[in-house]
Protein backbone atom coordinates (compact mmCIF):
# COMPACT_ATOMS: atom_id res chain seq x y z
CA UNK A 1 0.00 0.00 0.00
CA UNK A 2 2.68 2.31 0.72
CA UNK A 3 4.88 1.71 -2.33
CA UNK A 4 1.70 2.12 -4.03
CA UNK A 5 0.79 5.28 -2.30
CA UNK A 6 4.18 7.13 -3.19
CA UNK A 7 4.73 5.64 -6.16
CA UNK A 8 7.69 3.88 -5.75
CA UNK A 9 7.57 0.72 -7.94
CA UNK A 10 10.01 2.27 -10.65
CA UNK A 11 12.10 3.38 -7.82
CA UNK A 12 12.69 -0.29 -6.03
CA UNK A 13 14.30 -1.38 -9.42
CA UNK A 14 17.13 1.31 -8.73
CA UNK A 15 20.49 1.62 -7.57
CA UNK A 16 20.55 4.52 -4.29
CA UNK A 17 23.11 6.06 -6.12
CA UNK A 18 20.68 7.02 -9.29
CA UNK A 19 18.05 8.57 -7.05
CA UNK A 20 17.80 12.18 -7.10
CA UNK A 21 17.31 13.98 -4.17
CA UNK A 22 13.50 14.37 -4.13
CA UNK A 23 13.21 10.45 -4.59
CA UNK A 24 15.26 9.63 -1.67
CA UNK A 25 12.88 12.08 0.56
CA UNK A 26 9.91 10.36 -0.96
CA UNK A 27 11.67 6.90 -0.07
CA UNK A 28 12.76 8.29 3.68
CA UNK A 29 8.88 9.50 4.34
CA UNK A 30 7.51 6.02 3.24
CA UNK A 31 10.32 4.33 5.14
CA UNK A 32 9.04 6.11 8.27
CA UNK A 33 5.60 4.89 7.74
CA UNK A 34 6.07 1.38 7.04
CA UNK A 35 6.94 1.12 10.17
CA UNK A 36 3.47 2.68 11.68
CA UNK A 37 4.63 4.26 13.87
CA UNK A 38 2.51 6.56 16.56
CA UNK A 39 5.25 9.54 16.74
CA UNK A 40 6.92 10.66 13.29
CA UNK A 41 9.50 13.25 14.54
CA UNK A 42 10.64 14.97 10.76
CA UNK A 43 13.39 17.33 10.69
CA UNK A 44 13.12 20.00 7.55
CA UNK A 45 11.88 17.06 5.63
CA UNK A 46 10.99 18.63 2.56
CA UNK A 47 13.45 21.91 2.92
CA UNK A 48 15.52 20.77 -0.21
CA UNK A 49 12.52 19.90 -2.67
CA UNK A 50 11.25 21.90 -5.13
CA UNK A 51 7.65 23.28 -4.99
CA UNK A 52 5.59 20.75 -6.53
CA UNK A 53 7.64 18.05 -4.91
CA UNK A 54 7.24 19.78 -1.73
CA UNK A 55 3.06 19.77 -2.25
CA UNK A 56 3.10 16.50 -3.36
CA UNK A 57 4.76 15.13 -0.21
CA UNK A 58 3.30 17.33 1.90
CA UNK A 59 -0.82 15.97 0.80
CA UNK A 60 0.83 12.53 1.29
CA UNK A 61 1.90 13.31 5.21
CA UNK A 62 -1.38 15.12 5.73
CA UNK A 63 -3.19 11.79 3.80
CA UNK A 64 -1.05 9.74 6.10
CA UNK A 65 -2.20 11.89 9.38
CA UNK A 66 -5.72 12.04 9.54
CA UNK A 67 -6.15 8.33 7.84
CA UNK A 68 -3.70 6.83 10.83
CA UNK A 69 -4.07 9.55 13.16
CA UNK A 70 -0.71 10.02 13.35
CA UNK A 71 1.33 12.19 15.52
CA UNK A 72 4.27 14.03 14.22
CA UNK A 73 7.02 16.48 15.76
CA UNK A 74 8.07 18.47 12.63
CA UNK A 75 11.12 20.83 12.52
CA UNK A 76 11.28 23.34 10.25
CA UNK A 77 12.35 27.20 9.67
CA UNK A 78 9.07 27.20 6.97
CA UNK A 79 6.13 29.10 7.94
CA UNK A 80 3.71 28.36 6.13
CA UNK A 81 4.84 24.61 5.94
CA UNK A 82 4.00 25.04 9.45
CA UNK A 83 0.88 26.01 8.94
CA UNK A 84 0.04 24.03 6.09
CA UNK A 85 1.18 20.80 8.26
CA UNK A 86 0.46 21.68 12.22
CA UNK A 87 -2.04 22.18 14.79
CA UNK A 88 0.49 24.17 16.94
CA UNK A 89 3.49 26.21 16.19
CA UNK A 90 6.12 26.67 18.75
CA UNK A 91 8.61 29.26 18.10
CA UNK A 92 11.57 29.06 19.90
CA UNK A 93 13.64 31.91 21.10
CA UNK A 94 17.21 32.37 19.67
CA UNK A 95 18.74 32.98 22.70
CA UNK A 96 18.61 31.17 25.18
CA UNK A 97 18.59 27.89 22.72
CA UNK A 98 15.25 25.78 23.06
CA UNK A 99 13.30 28.19 25.25
CA UNK A 100 9.79 28.79 23.94
CA UNK A 101 9.26 32.48 22.61
CA UNK A 102 5.34 31.98 21.43
CA UNK A 103 2.67 29.13 20.66
CA UNK A 104 0.26 29.58 17.87
CA UNK A 105 -2.56 26.76 17.58
CA UNK A 106 -3.95 26.37 14.14
CA UNK A 107 -7.73 25.18 14.64
CA UNK A 108 -8.37 24.63 10.83
CA UNK A 109 -8.33 21.39 9.52
CA UNK A 110 -5.74 20.59 7.83
CA UNK A 111 -7.03 19.34 4.84
CA UNK A 112 -8.84 22.48 4.14
CA UNK A 113 -5.84 24.74 4.73
CA UNK A 114 -5.34 26.05 1.01
CA UNK A 115 -2.84 28.04 -0.46
CA UNK A 116 -5.46 31.62 0.99
CA UNK A 117 -5.76 30.37 4.67
CA UNK A 118 -2.12 29.60 5.04
CA UNK A 119 -1.18 32.67 3.49
CA UNK A 120 -3.35 34.84 5.58
CA UNK A 121 -2.20 33.47 8.66
CA UNK A 122 1.36 33.60 7.76
CA UNK A 123 0.85 36.95 7.63
CA UNK A 124 -1.22 37.01 11.09
CA UNK A 125 1.84 35.38 12.94
CA UNK A 126 4.26 37.62 11.11
CA UNK A 127 2.31 40.90 12.52
CA UNK A 128 2.60 39.71 16.20
CA UNK A 129 4.45 42.05 18.27
CA UNK A 130 6.14 39.34 19.91
CA UNK A 131 7.51 37.82 16.40
CA UNK A 132 8.35 41.03 15.42
CA UNK A 133 10.58 42.05 18.64
CA UNK A 134 12.07 38.15 18.55
CA UNK A 135 13.17 38.43 14.87
CA UNK A 136 13.42 41.86 14.39
CA UNK A 137 11.26 42.51 11.81
CA UNK A 138 10.98 46.30 12.49
CA UNK A 139 11.43 48.68 9.75
CA UNK A 140 14.09 51.15 11.10
Same mark, same amino acid.
Do not use: C, W
Given at each position: ??????????????????????? =????????????QPQLLLLDEPFSALDIGLKKELQ????????????????????????? =????????? =???????????????? =????????????????????????????????
Amino acid at each position: QIIEQFQLEALLKRRVNKLSGGE =KQRISLARALLTQPQLLLLDEPFSALDIGLKKELQNLLIKNIEEKNLSVLFITHDLMEAI =KLSDEIIVL =KAKPVGHIKKIFKIDE =KRTLRDDELVYNKTVQILKDKDIISSFELELK
